[in-house]
């Protein structure tokens, strides 16, 4: 509710108790056409069972706090405002082959999650952003990617779980689940995405096709599930997301996600590694592609290495194919953006974000670990 204090003389008193002990998720909002402390802005009252009393001191500072009971927060709280985030977590790193035959799947792209939420000011917003996993050498799986997330204060905590790693050919250990599961190998189940989040912050990976000297399937990504392999191709990494928070010039000059025409996308997952044979056991493989939004492309047996994913996406590295001892892609390292109105920023940050303006709005863009106080 509004609690609208008078024009005061010196020396009048209100006082405010929360009798049904419910400010905590029915603030009350002081507006008046006297200051607060001393401020224009409107105050707020919004911890359970909260009392508080007022006095006009002055038209300068207006209307002050002189008690306050159960208080966790300064007894008459500054004023609040909406800021979106994006929370991308780091991709998985695809694995390597080694004397076995058998391919290994994409890694899972890192979780994608969004979130708006109003906050008061004054508080300190921890921001973490995870990097990818590294993708395997030597005959090594590939490692999952890392989790990114926000926090503080009375705000909810969203969390993005690292991608999921593909699973390693010659292994019988399955595909890693994550904010996007990795892609199966032949014998090997697929990952899933894990924890379930709503909406969902990624998908699974895709099944390796189950036949000797065979493809392994992609890594899962934001908005579609690792492709499935094939007789004759490795299955491609999922697509990632598309994100509005930010444009396409910003996504270039500040080195994250990937640009597609009009569109930026984050999270695709990797490729999926391919057999060839050139004795003949196995027709002309085809490549697992990358998925849309920095996922890596897959390795070919005898040819090359997987590719990594693209930094600061959340992608997926692709995995390898064997023997010849080539490497799994590394995953792509995640990030975090908030947006507000250029009104409300307060410009108190650490850890150096990327600041950009476009329109009414002030983007933050974290590619590494940082804060920022409302």
């Not at 058998?102 to 917003?125: E, N, V």
């Not at 989040?197 to 934001?222: C, I, L, N």
């Amino acid at each position: 509710c509004t609690v609208t204090l008078p024009a005061g003389s010196v020396g009048d008193t209100i006082e405010i108790v929360d009798y049904a002990g419910t400010f905590d998720t029915n603030a009350v909002t002081l507006t008046t056409t006297e200051k607060i402390k001393g401020s224009d802005d409107d105050g707020f009252l919004r911890v359970e069972r909260e009392g508080v009393k007022l006095v006009y001191v002055d038209a300068t500072q207006g209307w002050v706090t002189v008690t306050a009971a159960n208080e966790t927060a300064p007894a008459v709280g500054p004023p609040e405002y909406s800021i979106d985030f994006l929370v991308v977590a780091g991709g998985a790193g695809g694995g390597s082959s080694a004397s076995c035959t058998s391919p290994s799947g994409g890694g899972g792209a890192g979780g994608y999650r969004t979130s708006t939420q109003t906050l008061a000011g004054s508080t300190a917003i921890t921001v973490t952003v995870g990097g990818g996993g590294a993708g395997g050498t030597g005959g090594a799986r590939g490692t999952a990617g890392n989790a990114s997330s926000i926090s503080g204060g009375t705000m909810t905590t969203i969390s993005s779980a690292g991608g999921g790693d593909g699973a390693f050919g010659c292994d019988t250990e399955d595909a890693g689940d994550g904010g996007s599961g990795g892609g199966g190998g032949i014998n090997n189940a697929i990952g899933s995405s894990s924890p379930v989040t709503d909406p969902v912050q990624g998908y699974a990976g895709g099944a390796g096709h189950a036949w000797t000297w065979s493809d392994a399937g992609g890594g899962g990504g934001a908005s579609a599930v690792g492709v499935d392999a094939t007789s004759v191709s490795a299955g491609a990494g999922g697509d990632g997301a598309i994100t509005t928070i930010m444009t396409t010039t910003m996504a270039t000059d500040n080195s994250v996600g990937e640009v597609d025409g009009s569109d930026v996308y984050f999270a695709g997952g990797g490729g999926g590694g391919c057999w060839e044979s050139s004795a003949g056991q196995h027709p002309a493989g085809g490549i697992g592609a990358a998925g849309k939004g920095g996922g890596g492309e897959g390795g070919k047996y005898t040819v090359q290495d997987a590719a990594d994913a693209t930094v600061n996406t959340g992608g997926g590295g692709g995995g390898a194919s064997g023997p010849g001892g080539y490497d799994g892609g590394d995953g792509g390292s995640g990030c975090v953006v908030l947006k507000m109105l250029t009104a409300d920023y307060s410009s108190t940050t650490t850890g150096s974000p990327d600041e950009d303006t476009d329109g009414s709005y002030t983007i933050l863009t974290f590619t590494a670990t940082g804060s920022y106080t409302t």
